[in-house]
């Protein structure tokens, strides 16, 4: 089994900055692929953004490129996803999820095997 933990979520406003963590239990050498995803109060959940192997970035939700950059750090197993230029709208429990076997589609997010607890991310104007 393996554990994701998130951190780095909170409270702030419109034009902040924020940078979420996940830390996976495994190594993320040989991960095949690796995501932040949202849901906020009352719908569906929604991917944010998603690396591939090979830091090959996969993949950014419309609204949130040129906001936010997604990156991982192999050497310490953990993910990231660098918030800019919040708006309210972005207001959500942020999740990591990942996928260490081959193949599947991770973008849509029922191909990944793990996923963490979440982080809360409030932005107020």
């Known amino acids: 089994q393996v554990e994701l933990v998130e951190s780095g979520g909170g409270s702030v406003h419109t034009g902040d900055s924020l940078r979420l963590s996940c830390v996976a239990s495994r190594s993320t050498y040989n991960s095949y692929c690796m995501g932040w995803f949202r849901q906020a109060p009352g719908k569906e959940r929604e991917v944010v953004a998603v690396?591939?192997?090979?830091?090959?970035?996969?993949y950014y939700h419309d609204s949130v490129k040129g906001r936010f950059t997604i990156s991982e750090d192999k050497a310490k197993n953990t993910l990231y996803l660098q918030m800019n230029s919040l708006v309210v709208e972005d207001t959500a429990m942020y999740y990591c999820?990942?996928?260490?076997?081959?193949?599947?589609?991770?973008?849509?997010?029922?191909?990944?095997?793990?996923w963490g607890n979440g982080t809360l991310v409030t932005i107020s104007s």
């Open positions: 690396i591939h192997a090979g830091a090959m970035v996969d």
């Open positions: 999820a990942a996928r260490w076997a081959y193949g599947g589609a991770c973008i849509g997010g029922d191909a990944m095997d793990y």
